[in-house]
């Protein structure tokens, strides 16, 4: 868990040595709790990925966001705190921390952003007193940067139980999900201000075929408007977002993609009780 922005999903994908689930540089990326596991020879880890933890909800859609960390931190054995090496605010969690059961592990993230070595051995000083854990560790998720020892950091902290997951699989969400996601993911980085807030994907086809799978996708936005912008010009700008999922996909699932794009308006679907139950937000 952590605040926006942190890395936490890109730490995940750093952990697991591929991009699951999906990260971008504006904040509130991940909507919901996402399994990732980790399989070693000796062990298994599940990480959920979670939303990051917001001060106030505007929307529905945020509330649902919030849901997902408290169902994961109520079934989590350890909890992996994520910070900001450049700000590491740990004030809002210091009460939460104290009240948990489970072992904490903090990892203050995005290391290579701090220049200096001091400056980062005083913040895991600050942050063992203030949350009062001694497994504190520094870190950069983008380059890697003490990946590992995190890793041995959680197996040894970890309790030992059987592996609740068959030892190949790298996540128990659906191939539909997370191609949903990565078209969102893409939406996030080519479009501005309140679009990428206000689109929701949804895979309405999925052909797996023996060389290529046919996907189609609605993007719903919450006004007429939107629906233009999504299109650009021309349809240029959908055409753009349609080449770069196309790419992502194809990069996860190792196979040729056929991607086909349409784009629908859900009025105000983040506030809608029922739309939020249609995404997956909100249990049936
Ligand atoms: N320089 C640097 N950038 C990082 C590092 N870790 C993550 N980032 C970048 O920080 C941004 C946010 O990363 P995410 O993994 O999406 O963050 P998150 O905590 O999952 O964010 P939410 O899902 O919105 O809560 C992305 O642009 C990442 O590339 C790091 O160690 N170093
Ligand atoms: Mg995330």
């Not at 939303?51 to 989590?76: C, F, H, N, R, W």
């Not at 992996?80 to 450049?86: M, N, R």
């Not at 700000?87 to 009460?95: A, H, L």
Request: proline share 3%.
């Amino acid at each position: 868990m952590g605040l926006p922005n942190v890395g936490k999903s890109t730490l995940l994908n750093a952990v697991l040595g591929e991009d699951l689930v999906i990260t971008n540089p504006k904040a509130q990326t991940t909507r919901h709790r996402i399994k990732g596991i980790l399989n070693n020879k000796n062990s298994q880890l599940v990480f959920s990925d979670t939303p990051g933890i917001l001060e106030s909800s505007a929307y529905k859609l945020q509330e649902t966001m919030m849901g997902a960390v408290k169902s994961s931190l109520e079934d989590a054995d350890l909890v992996l705190l994520v910070l900001d090496g450049q700000y590491p605010k740990t004030e809002q969690f210091e009460e939460q921390i104290s009240n948990l059961s489970c072992p904490v592990v903090v990892v203050i993230n995005k290391a290579d952003l701090v220049d200096s070595q001091e400056v980062l051995n005083a913040r895991v000083i600050e942050v063992k007193k203030t949350l009062k854990t001694k497994h504190v560790l520094v870190a950069s998720a983008k380059e890697g940067f003490n990946v590992s020892k995190i890793v041995n950091m959680l197996v040894e902290l970890s309790p030992e139980h059987p592996p609740f997951y068959d030892k190949d699989l790298v996540s128990d969400e659906s191939v539909r999900f997370l191609v949903s996601e990565m078209i969102r993911e893409q939406v996030l980085s080519q479009y501005k201000k309140e679009i990428p807030y206000s689109v929701e994907v949804s895979i309405t086809n999925y052909n797996e075929k023996k060389n290529i799978d046919e996907i189609y996708a609605t993007i719903y936005v919450e006004r007429k408007s939107q629906k233009g912008i999504v299109l650009g010009r021309g349809g240029s700008a959908i055409k753009n977002l349609g080449i770069f999922s196309r790419k992502r996909i194809e990069g996860f699932i190792k196979k040729k993609v056929f991607l086909s794009l349409t784009v629908k308006v859900k009025k105000d679907w983040r506030s809608d009780d029922q739309q939020l139950r249609y995404f997956g937000y909100l249990k049936k």
